[in-house]
């Protein structure tokens, strides 16, 4: 499968919303609602923020959400604050046990 | 509390295979899947495949079938993943994670892996 497509880099002032658009298509992200968000600091490992479209795991702030519309999922930071900054990762399961992630996009809080 | 952790650092030479471990633990083993994701310096992350709780099935991606093996030792609990004749590509640090129904939710702590001559 081809990666998701996200925008490269999204900014914004501390206080301020962004909003990530994840592209697939009706065999990923159209296909199933199954679209999870992952943030990356640099040198760590992934930490999920969304599962299923819009659940958020305990522990993950209520600033965190998460939309899907036909093949483009979204994750929209509200209240943006500096360790918000971090690459995003989408993630849609595709069928027979696999997944396709997103291409990533870096969140810088101006 | 539910961890999984990885074998260190590794550094190959072209051609060679390399293989990397992912001991889980603070969970039950048998009810869950372990996927095996990379990322290669600057880049976005990459399924790879997957072997199930009693390490009988496995699902492959495409990019990576004939040269990735995934398997378990149930004794240890211990998950391995092996990638055959490595290329300067496949430079990356390497991933398990844990599967809970339809997402990652533990992942490791990532192995890097160097191929150069």
């Known amino acids: 499968q081809s990666a998701l497509t996200q925008p490269r880099s999204v900014s914004g002032s501390p206080g301020q919303s962004v909003t990530i658009s994840c592209t697939g298509t009706s065999s990923d992200v159209g296909g199933y609602n199954y679209v999870s968000w992952y943030q990356q600091h640099p040198g760590k490992a992934p930490k999920v923020m969304i599962f299923d479209v819009n659940e958020r795991p305990s522990g993950v702030p209520d600033r965190f959400s998460g939309s899907k519309s036909g093949n483009t999922a979204s994750l929209t930071i509200s209240g943006l604050r500096p360790e918000d900054e971090a690459d995003y990762f989408c993630?849609?399961?595709?069928?027979?046990?696999?997944?396709?992630f997103g291409t990533g996009t870096k969140v810088t809080v101006l | 509390q539910v961890q999984l952790v990885q074998s260190g650092a590794e550094v190959k030479k072209p051609g060679a295979s390399v293989k990397v471990s992912c001991k889980p633990s603070?969970?039950?083993?048998?009810?869950?899947?372990i996927y095996w994701v990379r990322q290669a310096p600057g880049q976005g992350l990459q399924w790879m495949g997957v072997i199930n709780p009693s390490g009988l099935i496995t699902n492959y991606a495409q990019n990576f079938q004939g040269r990735v093996t995934m398997t378990r030792d149930t004794s240890t609990s211990t998950v391995f993943m092996e990638l055959s004749s490595l290329t300067s590509e496949d430079t990356a640090v390497y991933y398990c994670a844990r599967r809970a129904v339809t997402h990652f939710d533990f992942w490791g702590q990532g192995t890097l892996v160097t191929v150069s001559s």
């Open positions: 993630c849609s399961y595709a069928g027979s046990y696999a997944y396709v």
């Open positions: 603070g969970y039950s083993v048998t009810n869950f899947h």
